[in-house]
């Protein structure tokens, strides 16, 4: 099995800790998004999408983290318990539910208050406007709150008291923001101890390794400097945050 990733990106963290968590072996190919490696030709004849993570099991290329995170559990069934994607209808309905509402909320909010913090400067040229981050705080902080209140509530977990996708996901996608200087946890301690809890399930010695790049962001922008796709991804840039 190859793994195409980028650890920059919080979808291919989820994919490299599970695959690490469960011991399912793998090749790590690296695409370097900062140099727009996923545009090249060749990254193109795995996928067109050009976007990682991208798995390749032999002949069989697969897109998607959450459609690679469950693809691992059902091939490598015997390696995976039950908790991480129960059996149980109900159970597995609860990891859907979040993983289905995550992608338009905890990502998308992540995502834009890590873009903003780091790329927006470099890509326009110019600071970004205090409202525009104060807007992009704001929605980031409604949907922690609604992670808080209706995902994980006084449970040790978001489905209950074991560790599952659901999880993985959101403590990767959170790890965004924090990582571009933006502590997503501050006066939070459900949040906290909740993170405690997801990092002692992988170790503290993988989790670091899986977010090094990320808590090591202040270097991107210079790493961008010199790459050509910046003047593309301006016009990107400017009707994302418009």
Not at 129 to 140: R, T
Not at 174 to 190: C, H, L, N, S, T
């Amino acid at each position: 099995m190859e793994l195409y990733l980028d650890l920059f990106s919080q979808p291919c963290r989820s994919v490299f800790l599970f695959a690490k968590v469960i011991g399912i072996p793998f090749e790590f190919k690296r695409v370097d998004l900062s140099t727009g490696q996923q545009h090249s030709e060749e990254f193109g004849e795995i996928s067109m999408i050009r976007k990682v993570p991208v798995m390749k099991d032999g002949s069989f290329i697969l897109t998607e983290s959450t459609a690679i995170l469950k693809y691992m559990v059902q091939k490598y069934s015997t390696l995976v318990a039950d908790h991480w994607f129960p059996a149980d209808l109900q159970q597995r309905a609860r990891v859907n539910e979040y993983l289905s509402w995550q992608h338009m909320n905890l990502r998308v909010h992540g995502s834009k208050v890590f873009l903003l913090r780091t790329l927006f400067p470099v890509i326009m040229g110019s600071e970004v406007p205090k409202e525009k981050m104060d807007a992009a705080i704001e929605d980031l902080k409604q949907s922690l709150d609604l992670l808080e209140e209706k995902f994980l509530q006084n449970k040790p977990f978001i489905i209950g008291d074991k560790i599952s996708l659901a999880d993985l996901v959101a403590i990767v996608e959170i790890m965004q923001p924090v990582g571009a200087g933006v502590d997503a946890f501050e006066g939070r301690p459900k949040l906290l101890t909740w993170r405690a809890r997801v990092t002692k399930e992988f170790g503290e010695k993988l989790f670091d390794e899986a977010h090094k790049s990320i808590m090591n962001v202040s270097s991107l922008p210079q790493m961008m400097q010199n790459n050509t796709e910046l003047e593309m991804l301006k016009p990107k840039f400017q009707k994302l945050f418009n």
